[in-house]
C-alpha cells in the first residue's frame, strides 16, 4: 500500500518546520520506501508497517505540540510493490509523448 499523510502541530505557533522535519526523521528511519514534498509526505509498505510509520510519525508532533492534525490518503493494492515510482513513472512515459 502507498500511504501519503500530512502531520502538523498545532498550538505551538506559526512555525511548524522543525516538528515536521521530527516527523519525516522517523519516516526515513522505517526504511520503507519514501518521499517528502511540500504537502505530503508518502511511504509504501505493508500495511502494519505503514501505520506504524505514521503513529511514530504522529507522535514525533504530539511529542513537542498539544495538538496534531493528521491527513491521511491510501492507495491499496495487495501484491503490487515498487508503486511509489512506478506510478510517477507511467505519468512521465505519456508526457513525453510514449
Keep these: 500500500m502507498i500511504i501519503a499523510f500530512s502531520v502538523t502541530p498545532l498550538g505551538t505557533g506559526v512555525d511548524v518546520g522543525r516538528a515536521v522535519a521530527e516527523a519525516v526523521r522517523v519516516v526515513r528511519a522505517s526504511g520503507l520506501p519514501n ?6 509526505t508518502t511511504v509504501e509498505g505493508e500495511w502494519d508497517e505503514v501505520m506504524a510509520v505514521v503513529k ?43
Design 35 to 40: 518521499h517528502t514534498d511540500a504537502m505530503f
Design 56 to 98: 511514530q510519525a504522529t507522535d514525533a508532533i504530539l511529542a513537542v505540540a498539544p495538538r496534531c492534525s493528521l491527513v491521511l490518503k491510501a492507495d491499496i493494492r495487495p501484491g503490487v510493490t515498487d508503486a511509489i515510482t512506478t506510478k510517477v513513472e507511467k505519468v512521465e512515459r505519456y508526457l513525453a509523448g510514449g
